[in-house]
């Protein structure tokens, strides 16, 4: 995959903003609604991580 292609920074950027957010929502909320928000956080997370990587080892 090209580092610079589109759908890379969209990964990254969508992936670690929402995995930011839904990691917060879902520890602070643990709770209340479960531990699903923390595990889409956190999976979200790793894509957006994978991604930053892979765009920087190129």
């Known amino acids: 995959m090209k ?3 589109a759908l ?3 990964v990254m950027v969508a992936g ?3 995995g930011i957010l839904l990691t ?3 520890l602070v909320l ?3 609604v479960g531990p699903v928000p923390l595990i ?3 999976v979200l997370l790793a ?3 994978a991604a930053f ?3 920087q080892r190129a």
């Open 24 to 26: 917060i929502i879902g």
């Open 40 to 42: 889409v956080g956190l």
């Open 8 to 10: 890379l920074w969209l």
């Open 47 to 49: 894509f957006g991580g």
């Open 16 to 18: 670690l903003t929402l």
């Open 30 to 32: 643990l709770g209340e």
């Open 3 to 5: 580092t610079d292609s």
């Open 53 to 55: 990587f892979t765009r």
